[in-house]
């Protein structure tokens, strides 16, 4: 079952612009990761945020988590071309915590 | 660093007869899993191996599917016989440490994109 269900299901900005995209789940976690997928390639890891965490930054991303209301954010800042992708978050549940499960993903489609 | 290898990239197949996906994940990397990706949902785990043990199976379809980890390197993933629904891609990925999976970043490999007719 998925764990993780990010919102929306689809975004398109203009390049330039920030892209934010949520993440819910269901249960307790560990640790919450935030992957890339470009079309017909493998994911990519972004960020790993701990349940002890509140906000994380790598470069242009920022990743916040609120475990009282069981959400993360992702936030893309001054977006892209090469932004256009699949973004999905994978939780990896307390007392399941040797796999991760993954969300449906974010698709970002960023104008030129 | 060399990234996790699979092959072949696309098959195509029909129903009932078997295929065989091939991964060889970063040296040196203890764990190795392998996803199924439906078009349109996020990667579902399959098997989870570390070393050459397999930690869970438990979303693996045992009935249909197979995987082995031979001296805790190469991984191949088997579906004998095929059906419809297995369409997908499959997705092998690896991550450098023997521990919870959920703890440790992984590295994922292209995929291999099965069509079933």
């Known amino acids: 079952s998925q764990q993780g269900e990010e919102d929306p299901q689809a975004l398109s900005i203009q390049e330039g612009e920030n892209a934010t995209m949520n993440c819910s789940y269901k249960t307790s976690i560990n640790n919450l990761q935030w992957y890339r997928q470009n079309s017909g390639r493998g994911l990519v890891h972004l960020i790993l945020?701990?349940?002890?965490?509140r906000e994380k930054h790598s470069g242009r991303l920022r990743v916040t988590l609120d475990t009282s209301k069981k959400s993360s954010s992702l936030l893309i800042t001054a977006s892209r071309a090469a932004d256009t992708a699949s973004y999905f978050c994978?939780?990896?549940?307390?007392?399941?915590?040797?796999?991760?499960?993954f969300g449906a993903g974010t698709t970002v489609t960023v104008r030129a | 660093e060399a990234g996790v290898a699979q092959s072949p990239r696309y098959k195509i197949i029909e129903k009932r007869q078997s295929v065989a996906f091939w991964c060889n994940p970063i040296?040196?990397?203890?764990?190795l899993y392998w996803y199924q990706q439906i078009l349109g949902q996020g990667p579902k785990l399959l098997i989870q191996f570390q070393n050459n043990g397999v930690v869970d199976d438990s979303q693996l379809p045992k009935d249909r599917f197979s995987a082995e980890r031979l001296k805790g390197v190469d991984s191949t993933l088997k579906i004998q016989p095929a059906k419809l629904e297995d369409s997908a891609v499959y997705l092998c990925a690896s991550s450098p440490r023997a521990v919870a999976g959920g703890r440790d970043t992984q590295y994922f490999g292209p995929g291999t994109r099965l069509t079933v007719l």
């Open positions: 040296s040196g990397h203890a764990t």
């Open positions: 994978a939780t990896d549940a307390t007392g399941e915590d040797y796999k991760l499960s």
């Open positions: 945020i701990r349940s002890n965490e």
